[in-house]
């Protein structure tokens, strides 16, 4: 093989490596927190994660095989109630020698924490968080961690609070085109809840079609 054909080859695997790259990003760039499909009259909203935030779960539904560190990522809502769990992390490098078998690096986490909020059809949302510039001020941070979402006019929508666990946990519910939580029908929820777990994939896209028409 010449060597003009050569680098041809390589020309072709470079971009066919390019295109597969950007695909992933481009899937990567927004994770839908529901199952399956939404009938077309639907429109998600978005919450946009920086690095720092690893969000765990979203309504129930773990998140945690797209957790990447530093790695910001956009995730698709249901609109109308949503119950986010995440904690903030940081990665700092350790300065001078560092003993064989010993990590590189400092890692700063909060514990979970949770935000709820109520989220419009198409619209976008964010984390709005300090930027801590030291390690000493991240773990200054972490023990009196506090951070709200906004929506695109900078309006805060919600205020992180530190996660209780499973029992706080909500699923949106949606009733002649409202939506929201709903204290005094927490058994309802709950019920609710159950038997949607307990459905099939073409029985939730029935009852998706149904509610939306």
Partial sequence: MSMCHVGGFYKLVLAFLTVLVAGCASSLSRVDTWEGSLPAATEPA???????????????????SFLMDDLALDYGLLPGGNEVV???????????IVEDGESKVHVIETEPQVVRFDAEPG???????????????AEAFSKNFSATIVNT???AVAEAAVWKGPADNRTPVFVG??????????????NMKRLWGEATDEEKKTFLRWAFE
Avoid at 86 to 96: E, H, L, N, Q, V
Avoid at 177 to 190: I, R
Wanted: without cysteine.
């Fill in 46 to 64: 978005v919450l946009k994660a920086p690095g720092t935030i690893q969000v765990s779960e979203v309504n129930g539904k773990s998140m945690t």
């Fill in 86 to 96: 995440f904690t903030y992390k940081t990665i700092w490098a350790k300065s001078g």
């Fill in 123 to 137: 619209a976008t949302y964010q984390f709005a968080v300090e930027k801590p510039e030291s390690r000493r001020a």
């Fill in 153 to 155: 006019d900078g309006d």
């Fill in 177 to 190: 085109g409202e939506s929201g939580y709903d204290g005094e029908a927490g058994n309802t929820l709950e």
